[in-house]
């Protein structure tokens, strides 16, 4: 057992799952999505980017640029929910469409990088 | 490769950026849930107060407490964090710039630099290995010559004093083993435009190294390198892109040359430009030799002198003698450095001393010793590096024997110039007569110093016999002779060499030139403009050939149609 491979599993798939979490429920009802999963999801998909840094295999730099796509749309819905929030609350449904539909953009680059990820590690040998 | 510098910087900035983003979420997610009072009722500060308020605490900026004051349970909170978060940022920048004096980080980003110049130099370039005195002769030479050189050596110290010289500005230098194929790979060896290595490693097994290593990487490039050890030189004339360079070979031929044909040496130090060629050429004295030092010098000498007949003695201290020497009594198991020996030797009597023993301090004293014994003696001095080449001067050698020097000349012109340099080796193996007839034709027709004209007939140099010849026109060599003036008058240049495909013709005649021939000219002014002009247009071609005036293409077609059209 590689405890680094552990590690790196660990956070690419918390990625996964903790942002399929916000995701999942009525796009426009704001009730359904909470900021603190958003928040969550937003800091370990950033941990992984850093765990997927410096990696210099071909595998690697896709993983990589899958992270870096995930980060992309999570910060795009943060900044999305700062406005709304602070500018004009309360939350409409269009505005949390937008949040929740930037959010499943990011979970298919998770989905993909983990994908890569499980490809990768089935065909190694060790 | 830069590459490797950039992954060297990611890969050790992992952990502190993964340090301060978890820090920075601990203290963000506190900051959220702790509950504040607004002055009227309980609030939660959203994520993005508690980023503002942690990102300006974490970075030790401080703009106080916001939207509203804290209260006591959110103080304690904020003291956890500012130790937190500012602790997580120390460590990432003490990371950031441990890497970035990285003794690895630093020697990867001068080996992308090194490569990033060595493949944006504009002309054919010339690697040389090692810096020294010999090397930087050439380096300034060859720039001189308009081409690049790339330098690497292993000594960091030796590459700073190049940086110092003047001829330094423009070449690529690396600090690197140059025994490595890495870095003859980044110093360009698979470029096209690498012509050659000049390798004079002092240890001769490393230059043969280096000439293996060429053969794999790139057997276009030309390995230049020094051996003067037997073994050592078939081994790389083996690898078959080695051109070695024995500076006592070459000092024996010279010294065998001088006792048989002089005019020669003439044409040789006319080519270097050491001399002009009204110097009188001189037979070296018949009679006793006296050779000082049975080294390599010393060895290849007494071959020459056996082949000549002459008469000598050998004098060396740890000499150990064959038959032969011991039936013709032919040496003297001693030191050179002694006025009785000398004397035993026959000094007085002598005619030519040879002071080649491998320490120049030993040579200058046998030189001045001799002198004094024997006033009128013709003294072949050795001296093994420059640095002492004034005080040879001043004892006043006939002919001094500088290893360093015939490096540096031999190796400047085969790389700068090789028609040059391939007229010479021809010239070498000609006898006294060819070369006093050519000595005196070159005299009588152009001056005691001739310029030399190297023409290549290609579309560059030469544009008008270039179409012509590809129109299937024949040009032969005389027509670039004729006078501009009187098209059956010749002027005074004299064509010396003429390089095909790898053949030579030494004093061509009147051979028919073909594409990509190369032409070494002994000429004036004068004539070298003439040769310019009649190679490059087809006007003046055109009269030289044929001696009338050509038509202008352009009208003579449009007439020409003008006829068609009316018939």
Redesign the interface.
Known sequence: MNLQKVISGFFFILAMTLNFGFFYGDMGNYELHS??EL?GAL?VS??ST??K??D?TQIGSVLLSTSLVADLQLIAA?IVW?LV??INSPISASNMAVIVSLSGGAFLANITSVVLYIGETLKSKR | MRDQALWIILQRLRTPLIVIIVTYSIAILGMVLIPGWDGEKVYHLSFFDAFYFISYTASTIGFGETPYEFTYEQRMWVLVCIYLTVIGWFYAIGALVNIMSDKVLKQELAKGGFRKRVRGLKSDFIIILGYNYVNSQIINKLRDAGLDVVLIDHNEERLNLFQLEEFSTGVPIAVADALLSNTLVDAGIHLPSCRAVVSHFYKEDKNLRIAVLTRFLNPNVTVISKATLRDTMTSLVDTDIAKVENPFEIFAKRFDIALSAPHLLILENWIYKNADLSDKASFLPEGRYIICGFGRLGKAIKEKLDKHGMDYIIIDEKLIPSREMIENETFLKANADDRDVLLEAGIESASVLIAGTQNDIDNISILITAKKLNPNLYVIARENTMKEESVFRAAKANWLFMIERILINKTSLQLSQPLKHSFLKKVLYQNEVWSTSLVNLLKSQLGSNPKLLNLTINEERAYAIYHSIKDGESISLNVLLKSLEDWKTYHKAIPLLLKRNGYEFLLPKDELLEIGDQILFACDEESRTEIEIIASNIYDLHYVCCGEEKQNWLLSKFFDKIKKFKK
């Open positions: 900021v603190y928040f800091v950033l941990i850093a765990l840094i410096g210099k943060v700062t929030e602070h």
